[in-house]
């Protein structure tokens, strides 16, 4: 089974960057499709990007942009021109078949005004 360590993220001020990373360990990385979620205080997760096991990408507009090396098992989220209202805590999924199988542990990304 695959487990996911994240890395990555901390405070920040707008207009400025952030790269998050998702380390994938136990399991072949590139059969899985990868997905970033975000969870904002007091809103529901909701889904950022992703990137399918064949290379197809999503994000949930163009200031993010998702990448993956399954070379080195990774699974990347690069964040531009960060807003306030990018702030809560980021998790990385793998998915087979639309299953969720591991989820990372968040890291927190906070964008100052």
């Known amino acids: 089974q695959v487990q996911l360590v994240q890395s990555g993220g901390g405070l920040v001020q707008a207009g400025g960057s952030l790269r998050l990373s998702c380390a994938a360990s136990g399991s072949i990385f590139s059969t899985y499709d990868m997905a970033w979620y975000r969870q904002a205080p007091g809103k529901q997760r909701e889904l950022v990007a992703s990137t399918t096991s064949g290379g197809t990408t999503y994000s949930i507009e163009g200031r993010f942009s998702v990448s993956r090396d399954n070379a080195k098992n990774t699974e990347y989220l690069q964040m531009n021109n960060l807003k306030p209202e990018d702030t809560g805590v980021y998790y990385c999924?793998?998915?087979?078949?639309?299953?969720?199988?591991?989820w990372g542990q968040g890291t927190q990304v906070t964008v100052s005004s």
């Open positions: 999924a793998a998915a087979r078949w639309e299953f969720y199988e591991a």
